[in-house]
Structures are given as C-alpha cells and as structure tokens.
C-alpha cells in the first residue's frame, strides 16, 4: 500500500499530497484513510493522515471499535461502591475495565492500581496521581496486555483491595468461563490476591459458556452489569445468591 | 518566507520547536508566517506545546527552553535530532538479524530504533522496559514483545523496580541497543536517570552483545551517574554530526564505531 509506506517514511500525510501522488481525487484519497484508519494503519487527522505511532503530543493507544460502548461506560460508573480513594485496585484486560480505568482516572485522587491491560495502563497514567503497576510478561497485541507465568506470579505477590475481572461469559451452571486461554489464569491470580473480587460484564456476557474455565460463582463477591440486563435474567442469578449490580432506573 | 499550505499540526509543532532553538524568541507573527497558520492556530499551539514543556509563551510570543532535557517529558525529547536518530539506526542492520532476542531500554533514540525493526525485520523477540517503545513495537506483527514488570514512571512511561531488574536478569538476549544520555571517552557512559540505571545494568549483564545507539549531541558530555566505562561495549552506532576527530578519539578507546561515513 502505498499510503502505508508513505506513512512510514514520513509520519504524516495531507490528503492533497497523497491525491497528487497518486493521481486520484481528494476524495479517493479520503475512502482510502478511512479504510486504512478502519485497519489501525493510520489515524486520521485534520487535513490528512498520521502514521499511527506518530503522534508526537497525545501518543495515545489506538483504540478499536469498542461494541457496547455505553453499556460499559455505565458499568464503570458502578465501580464507586466498591472503590475508596487510597486503596490498590486490580484491573484485567479488556475494553470493559478499560472504561473502568477511565472512571477511576477521572473520580479518585489516589490509587494504586495493579494491571496487565496496557490500554487501561495509557488511560490511568494521563491522570498522573496514581501508582500503576504492571506485572511482566509476554504481550498478547490483540488483547493489548501482558500474559504469562511471570504475569501470574507478579499478580500474586501483591496484595489487592478489590479487583475488577471483565469477562467474556457467565453462566448459572459453569459459572465464569472465558475464550482467551491466556487471560484465564491471569483472572485467576487476581482472584486469588484480592480481598473483592467483582466482575464487570455488560449483559450480553450473561448466560454463555466458553471452553476454559476461570471459577465459580461462589468465588466472587459481586457482578456489575448495564440496563440492557433483562430482568428475566437478572432473578435467575439472584436465586443462585449472586450480588447483581445494574444501573437504578 | 514562502508563505505555505497549511501543515498538519505535528509538522507545525516540529517546526515551531527547531525554529525557537536557533532564534531562542519568536513572536506569533513570526511563528504564524513560518508554518502558514493563523495567528490564533499558533496560539493554541504554544498553549499546548508549553503544557508539555517544551516552550515558555511570553508576551507576544514564545521563547525556548534552556537545554535541560532533564527537565523535558519523555515524549517531547523525541523531537529532538530526529534526522540523526533516524539515519543512525539504519546503521543498526549492521548487527540485527532475524530471529534474534533483543533488548531496548527507554530512551528516545530508541524509539526510532522500534520503528526501524518493525520496518526491516519478520521475527523478533523484544524486550523493552518502556510502554512507548512497546506501542510501536507492537505494530511488528510477528515480534514477541516481552515486558518486564514493574511499577510505571509516567514522566518516562517506562517500568522500574527491583523487581523489573531482576526479571530483566531472568533472560538471556543477544544484543542491548542502548539509548543514552551521555557519552564521554573519559568517564564513559553516564545519565542522569537515576532509576534507568539499575534497568541499564540488568539489561547489559544479561546481554551477549551491547550497542549504544546515540546522536552526536550525546559526544563528549558527562552526567551525574556512572552508568559503565567505554570497554563494557561492543559498539557504537553514531550520525553523521559526529566529527573524523571524535570517531578517531572515541576509536583510541577501544570501540568500534558506525557512522555513516565510519565502517556504515
């Protein structure tokens, strides 16, 4: 693509430029960045096109298309219950605790959050109050977090207050399950280190099963879902004494 | 001046900063002419290169900072002598090859060394202590990236600690391109990131190979910290700027050095 190589050699791109080389019209060039923004190759600017690492004052992480983006958001907004100012807060990987990450950055003075969700890490740090930690590890870029045994052990040799595990499935008979067999056992190092473990899980994750196991219902202390959670849904895990936290209407 | 199309915001910031380094003080009209933008674009600009330290606003326009990068977030040290950083590293094919396990600490030099390796490499394990290194690194699609915990310092955006260095230590890489501060054929390497240097000394003993990578502002100049003596090195990857007479003084120590004109 030349667009892309372009890119890389000269960081930033204005769409004149790139119609001119190319030959085409302005707004080929237009489709074009938009297609190539669609596949994380470039961000789109005011006038053109930077080479998406180059960002030399935001450097943000690129962030993809987020499904149930508001669902989320409400999610995050429940976390206050469970967090005081002060306390060391466990986040997993995943575009749900990274909505957390964005509510805490923006409603606590002080923090000291253990996480190996690198997107999570960007958002928490732009606060600049708060201790962030990240344990080591392999990086799995698809997830945009670090996995592994180093990744176990560092989790496990802290102590957390409360952890927040985002999670892609949730059922009454097999309990909390997952796709992503390396975040598994990082979900179940936080379990293990920390004092409240609460899942966040907007309501489609509810009453799926995956293949790998990560634990029961009974080894967690809450579930914070959205207002899409279906009260028929809702009672079903109530009666199976599990802590449901949804928006009030 | 040529009055130019409008340019894209980074380019306007990178001009504005290399401008402000020769004249020290530019008034809005000045800056405005030079990058082709309204007067109130340029406004907003220095606003925003100024939270990042970068530029003092000051009646009427902007002046520049004194050289301190101490002082300077990691981010905005990027821009500086980004040519010769990125004519450097191409040297760097010189010793990288495919397959290789290597290890780059935080610095900016070494952020055009990431986009080099992403660029000319299939398969490499990487490993880095700094999350910006990483986010270019990870548009390498085939690299292992490996991260070494720790706790974040966000002025560098890099992880430290005793236990980053000793998980650092747990590995065994081919080859350190390390990106410094400071080099000088009479106390060697030095920096002034206190906490970079625990990370340095993992990163070089558990290191086969080690290449310093550094743009010819970084000759000849001491900083408060020891970090290791020119004999702990295997090479040195320099830019153009650097005179026949330093590559000859820095050669008398006992370094193989790569410039352009030098053996690259």
Known sequence: MRIVEYLREKKTAKLQDIAELNGVSV??????????????????????????????????????????????????????????????????????????????????RRLTVITNNLAAVNELAEAGRFTIIVPGGVVDCNEEAVFGDTCEEDILSYNIDVAFLGVHAISV????????????????????????????????????VAYVNTCGLDEVDAIISDSGLSHEVYHKFRNCDVDIVIPQP | MVKNKEMLQEDRFLKIVEYLKQTTVASFAELAELTGASVGTIRRDLARLEQNGMLTVVRGGAASRSDDLSKQSFDM?????RSEKQELVKLLSRVVVDGQAIALNSGTTNIETARFLVSNYQRLTVITNNLRILDILKTGRNFTLIVPGGMLNPEEYALYGKKCEEEILSYNFDLLLLAVNAISDQKG????????????????????????????????????????????????????????????????????????????
Do not use: W
């Open chain 1, 27 to 108: 707004d080929t060039v237009r489709r074009d960045f938009e297609q190539l923004e669609a596949e994380g190759l470039l961000r789109r600017v005011r006038g053109g096109a930077v080479f998406h690492n180059a960002d030399i004052t935001t450097q943000k992480v690129g962030i993809r298309g987020i499904t149930h983006r508001e669902e989320k958001k409400e999610i995050a907004a429940l976390t206050d219950q469970f967090v005081a100012d002060g306390q060391t807060v466990g986040l997993t990987s995943g575009t749900t605790c990274l909505e957390v990450a964005r509510f805490l950055a923006a409603n606590y």
């Open chain 1, 173 to 208: 008979e097999k309990g909390i399950t997952d796709f992503r067999i390396n975040q598994v056992s990082v979900q179940r190092a936080m379990i293990q280190s920390a004092k409240k473990r609460i899942i966040v899980a907007d309501h489609s994750k509810f009453d799926q």
């Open chain 2, 77 to 81: 040290r990027g821009i500086e002598n």
């Open chain 2, 189 to 264: 390497i030095t920096d002034f990131r206190t906490k970079e240097i625990g990370i340095i000394k993992a990163f070089m003993k558990s290191s086969r190979k080690i290449a310093v990578v550094a743009d010819h502002s970084k000759f000849d100049r001491v900083a408060y910290r020891n970090v290791c003596g020119l004999d702990e090195l295997d090479y040195i990857f320099s830019d153009s700027g650097l005179s026949e007479e330093q590559v000859c003084r820095y050669k008398n120590q006992g370094v193989e050095i790569f410039t352009p004109e030098n053996n690259g």
